[in-house]
């Protein structure tokens, strides 16, 4: 079983509409998650973070967390072509004791179709 | 202007030819990491750091070396060992994964290719 893990897509959402994207991830004792949006040939932009369970809002992002579940979400309202991106979701998880690292899925690729 | 400052942006290595990637950060960050991104693919970590003088080996470390002499700077070695070297090579850093908050924020990356 994968540590992190994302549909990889793509996902197509037709302008104005909310486009959702899922994470499930592995250790139990994850405690920090994050989305990234990745453009084609550009580094990793840093979009939300979420350390609790509930609903983090932030403008038109909103991040969903569910440990009992182990997944987490990102809700993306009136979407816009300038949000065709690779979502990344990141999680941290614990290979040993005393060590944390931080492990990135596979991403989605999503696509808003004007 | 504080950041994230990874060079060069584009590297071409012979085969069998070492190469250092530089990182350097002033955003007092205590953690730092190395990932590798191929093409349609994600992020696999390399190494990291949580702190001075100790790093950690990621996934995917055979072929790679690092260091950690000084706080601000990670520089990442891909060695004649390493047979694929061609990607993405992105650095990171974040306060401490012990804290939150615990973002980590990315330079712009350094794309090496094998010629």
């Known amino acids: 079983q994968k540590e992190v893990e994302q549909n990889s897509g793509p996902l197509s959402v037709p302008e104005g509409a909310i486009a959702s994207l899922n994470c499930t991830y592995s250790d139990r004792g994850s405690q920090s998650f994050f989305w990234y949006r990745q453009y084609s040939g550009k580094s990793p932009e840093l979009i939300m973070s979420i350390y609790s369970n509930g609903d983090k809002e932030d403008g038109r992002f909103t991040a969903q967390l569910n440990k009992a579940s182990q997944y987490v979400s990102l809700l993306i309202r009136d979407s816009q072509p300038s949000d065709s991106a690779t979502y990344l979701c990141a999680v941290n998880t614990y290979p040993n004791f005393g060590n944390e690292k931080l492990t990135f899925g596979t991403g989605t690729r999503l696509t808003i179709i004007p | 202007d504080g950041g994230i400052t990874q060079s060069p942006k584009y590297l071409f290595r012979k085969e069998g030819q070492n190469v250092t990637l530089s990182c350097e950060q002033n955003l007092n960050h205590d953690a730092m990491y190395w990932y590798r991104q191929d093409p349609g693919q994600g992020l696999r970590l390399i190494y990291y750091s949580q702190i001075v003088n100790d790093f950690q080996k990621g996934d995917i470390a055979e072929g790679y070396s690092v260091s950690r002499e000084k706080k601000e700077s990670f520089p990442l070695t891909v060695t004649s060992a390493q047979k694929n070297p061609t990607a993405f090579y992105l650095c990171?850093?974040?306060?401490?994964?012990?804290?939150?908050?615990?973002?980590?924020?990315f330079g712009q990356g350094t794309r090496l290719t094998v010629v």
């Open positions: 990171a850093s974040s306060i401490d994964l012990w804290a939150q908050p615990s973002e980590a924020f």
